[in-house]
């Protein structure tokens, strides 16, 4: 059996009033100014970035700020969630050749609130996130911790994902890797545009 891993937010979905909106309550609640939507957007998966310290002005996120994003991501999360175009087309059209699954560096309790209110949680034999692990992405744990729950061999598996987060941490394990361009990011010239082009590159790697 073959394996196809999925990030989740501004990958298989599209979460970025939420997130967007939970950062900043989080800052008006410190007293900080807002940030823009697609600024926020762009700079939270940046692995160059500390993002404490970008966001919230601390070297590390303290208890409190992590309350506070809790506290209003837990009542917000489903607020403006979509799936992007095409996406449960490929899981239907993929799900008799592959198993699936998700690492996600978001909690695995939203993951699994989120995925169900979209209705395709039942999808993925695993979800796992950054909660479930030592380390989360760009780190392999969470790569190599799903590849063991499937007792699959990294050659049979892909991940897909919008971050270079996402990329490092397959590259970090060892498996193969897709960067898409309809979620948080904005690439120049590495990544894929459309769903299509997606399924086009699973087959190409798994069907030769």
Sequence with gaps: MKLIIFDMDGTLLDSGYSIAN???YVR?????EPMHKNYILENVNDPNINSAEFFYG????????????????????????????????????????FKF???TNANSVYAN????????????????????VEKPK????????ILDIHNIKKENAQLVGDSKKDIMAANNAGVDSILV???FSNYVDEAIETVYELENRIKAKFFK
């Design 22 to 24: 939970t950062v900043n």
């Design 101 to 103: 699954a998700v690492a």
């Design 58 to 97: 601390t070297k590390e996120f303290t208890k409190h700020q992590e309350e506070l994003f809790k506290d209003y991501y837990n009542k917000n999360c489903l607020t403006d969630l979509v799936l992007y175009d095409g996406i449960k087309n490929l899981l239907d059209n993929l799900k008799g050749e």
């Design 138 to 145: 760009p780190n392999p744990d969470m790569i190599n911790k």
């Design 28 to 32: 008006e609640n410190l007293g900080f």
């Design 113 to 132: 609130k989120m995925l169900n209110h979209l209705e395709i949680n039942h999808y993925f034999s695993s979800i796992l996130g950054y909660n479930d």
């Design 181 to 183: 361009n309809w979620g």
